[in-house]
C-alpha cells in the first residue's frame, strides 16, 4: 500500500507517540494485557459495506457504499508529557482484516499472543507480521491448567523466523505484561540496527 | 445523525493524504481562513479539540466521533491551513531514539 504523505513539520514542541499492536485468536487475553499495564479508552471506526453484500435498495450501476460503525478500544500510556505508547488490540474477526493496515501502518512492533490449546488461533497474525516485516514477538498466556510448554517447543510449534522472541506471560499481572513489552522493544531496536547495518550493501549470496 | 452526513457524504480525506492513527495534529495559532473556507460545527469542534497537539486517536476518542470521519475533517482544516498535520517518525535513525525512549520509559514504569 502506498501512502502521500504529509510533510513533516518541524515544531516548537510535538509530543511523540509510539504505536504498538496486540494480535491473537479470540479469547486470548488481549483486551485483558492492554487493560493491565495501560488507561483503555473508546474509539469509534466505520467498517465499509457495499450494498451489493447488504442485498436492497439496489441501484443498478452505482457503486454505492454504506458504512457502519464498529466500537473498539485501545490503551494508552503516557510517560511523560511529550512521550505516549499507544496499544491497539487487532479485531479477530475476518471481516476486520480491512483494518489490518491502518493499524499496523507505522506501529512500532507487535506482541502476538497465543494460548497453547489453541496454537493456530495465532497462525494469521503470525504470518501478517512475518510478510510485513513488522518486528514481532510472540507472548504465550498462561492460563490456568493450558499445558506448559517450553518457549522453544512454541517457536518449533509455530514455525517461527530464528530470533523471534518467545515469552511467558501472564496477562492479568503488571510486571508480566511489562517484560512483554520490554522485550518488543529491545527485539525492535535490534531489528531496526540491523537494518540500518545492512543498508547500501549487498545481500549475502545464496 | 449519520456520522457521515458531517462530511457531506466523503470518506476519503479531500487531499489523499493519509493521515496516520497516532499522528499528532495541532490548529494553527492566529489562524486566517481563506475566503472561500466553509467550516461546519463538527470542524469547529474539532479545530478547538486541538488547540493543543493531540493525536488523531485521542482526537476520535474524546469528541465521540468515527476515526474515519474526524480523519476527512482533518484533512479538509488542513487544507485550508488551520491545522498542521505532524507525521509519527518513520525516519530510521529518530526511529530508534524513540524506540529507546520508549525502552527507557518501560523500564521505569
Not at chain 1, 493499524?103 to 499472543?113: D, E, F, N, P, T
Not at chain 2, 476519503?12 to 460545527?41: F, K, N, Q, T
Not at chain 2, 470542524?43 to 488547540?51: D, F, N, Q, T
Request: proline share 5%; net charge neutral.
Amino acid at each position: 500500500m502506498h501512502y502521500r504523505h504529509f510533510d513533516t513539520v518541524e515544531a516548537e514542541v510535538m509530543p511523540a507517540a509510539a504505536k504498538i499492536l496486540i494480535a491473537g485468536g479470540f479469547g486470548v487475553g488481549k483486551t485483558t494485557l492492554v487493560g493491565t499495564i495501560s488507561e483503555i479508552r473508546p474509539l469509534r471506526t466505520e467498517e465499509m459495506l457495499s450494498d451489493r453484500s447488504i442485498g436492497v435498495d439496489d441501484i443498478s450501476g452505482v457503486d454505492r457504499k454504506t458504512t457502519t460503525t464498529v466500537a473498539m478500544d485501545f490503551g494508552r500510556i503516557t510517560f511523560r508529557a511529550d512521550l505516549t505508547m499507544y496499544l491497539f488490540g487487532t479485531p479477530g474477526q475476518e471481516r476486520f482484516w480491512f483494518m489490518w493496515d491502518d493499524l499496523a501502518y507505522g506501529a512500532v512492533g507487535a506482541v502476538v499472543m497465543a494460548d497453547t490449546r489453541r496454537l493456530a488461533d495465532c497462525f494469521a497474525a503470525v504470518d501478517y507480521f512475518e510478510h510485513r516485516g513488522t518486528p514481532f514477538i510472540v507472548a504465550v498466556n498462561c492460563f490456568d491448567g493450558a499445558p506448559t510448554y517450553q518457549p522453544e517447543d512454541v517457536q518449533i510449534a509455530l514455525d517461527l523466523v530464528p530470533g523471534t522472541p518467545v515469552v511467558l506471560c501472564d496477562a492479568r499481572h503488571r510486571d508480566s505484561v511489562k517484560n512483554v513489552l520490554v522485550t518488543l522493544i529491545r527485539h525492535a531496536i535490534a531489528k531496526s540496527s540491523a537494518n540500518r547495518e545492512y543498508q547500501g550493501r549487498p545481500l549475502p549470496a545464496g | 445523525m449519520r456520522p457521515y452526513a458531517m462530511t457531506k457524504g466523503r470518506t476519503e480525506p479531500a487531499s489523499g493524504a493519509y493521515i496516520g492513527l497516532i499522528d499528532v495534529v495541532a490548529a494553527v495559532a492566529h489562524l486566517r481562513l481563506p475566503a472561500d473556507a466553509r467550516l461546519s460545527r463538527e470542524h469547529r469542534r474539532v479545530l478547538s479539540h486541538c488547540r493543543q497537539p493531540i493525536t488523531v486517536v485521542d482526537l476520535a476518542s474524546d469528541i465521540d466521533l468515527p476515526v474515519g470521519v474526524v480523519r476527512v475533517l482533518l484533512s479538509d482544516l488542513s487544507q485550508y491551513g488551520a491545522l498542521r498535520v505532524v507525521a509519527t517518525s518513520r525516519e530510521p535513525v529518530s526511529h530508534e531514539r524513540l524506540l529507546r525512549d520508549v525502552l527507557d520509559a518501560l523500564q521505569a514504569l
